[in-house]
């Protein structure tokens, strides 16, 4: 039977939020359809087509709310949540849940522009922090970030070379 307590011993609480710090973007223009790149990036599930170091990913859920778990050939782990997929938009957004690196929150977005007949703009953005450090920290995770981002664009410009 439910029974109403008068005071409450936990409250609620997430450890998932939002980061107050910059957005960071990574872009590159590719020589194919809009389509034929969001076909890439736009799998939530297929990221080690363009991700250096990515060994594998497992899938639990399909659309909205689903999961992804990557494993990378180092032995880091990354467990994410996708938040939106707009197909239409070319548009489709995801958080951090867990992972072995020293990232704390972490919000992604993935978006396509299309930029006539057969060119396009893919833009990645990512807003983070890392989970140890404090501030200080902070200038070192945004040139890591900033890193990985030149990574996956360089290797989409070389997955859609002509």
Not at 77 to 92: F, I, P, T
Request: glycine share 8%.
């Amino acid at each position: 039977m439910l029974q109403k307590t008068a005071q409450l011993t936990a409250a609620p609480d997430t450890l998932v939020r939002n980061p107050c710090t910059p957005v960071l973007s990574g872009s590159t223009e590719l020589p194919v359809a809009a389509r034929q790149a969001w076909a890439v990036v736009g799998d939530f599930s297929g990221f080690s087509k363009f991700i250096t170091g990515l060994e594998r990913t497992e899938m639990t859920g399909e659309g909205i709310r689903s999961v992804r778990k990557k494993f990378f050939a180092d032995g880091n782990v990354v467990l994410e949540q996708l938040n939106s997929h707009d197909d239409a938009r070319m548009v489709m957004t995801w958080s951090l849940l867990y992972t072995t690196f020293n990232i704390g929150n972490l919000w992604a977005a993935m978006r396509v522009e299309e930029l006539g007949a057969s060119r396009c703009k893919v833009t990645w953005d990512i807003v983070g922090e890392p989970w140890t450090g404090g501030p200080e920290a902070q200038p070192a995770f945004n040139a890591f970030v900033a890193g990985f981002l030149e990574m996956a664009m360089s290797n989409l410009r070389t997955v859609f070379q002509q």
